[in-house]
Nanobody, 119 residues
């Protein structure tokens, strides 16, 4: 069974930085795209950033220039470097991955990690 384990959330003042990490584990044949989504209270889950296996990235307009997504050398990890954080970045952040396992290709989600930006 595949699991996505996130870490790195927390509380920070406006203008601060945080780095989120996500590692995929289990019997994995291949990992395609990986990404980060977020969900604020009362709002729908939205894409924050995504990276393909080839390294192509895309970002939500609201985080462009402030957030950077990257993948680790082992390709089973994904990071989100968040700088110049704003109160509106407060949300639960979820790791997402498109993974091929025995039996097919599926989308997996992490359990979520809270990011709070407040003075």
């Amino acid at each position: 069974q595949v699991q996505l384990m996130e870490s790195g959330g927390g509380s920070v003042q406006p203008g601060g930085s945080l780095r989120l990490s996500c590692a995929a584990s289990g019997i994995i044949i291949n990992i395609y795209g990986m990404g980060w989504y977020r969900q604020a209270p009362g709002k729908q889950r939205e894409l924050v950033a995504r990276i393909t296996s080839g390294g192509s990235t895309n970002y939500a307009d609201s985080v462009k220039g402030r957030f950077t997504i990257s993948r680790g050398n082992a390709k089973n990890t994904v990071y989100l470097e968040m700088n110049s954080l704003k109160p509106e970045d407060t949300a639960v952040y979820y790791c997402n991955a498109d993974i091929r396992v025995v039996g097919g290709r599926h989308e997996y989600w992490g359990q979520g990690t809270q990011v709070t930006v407040s003075s």
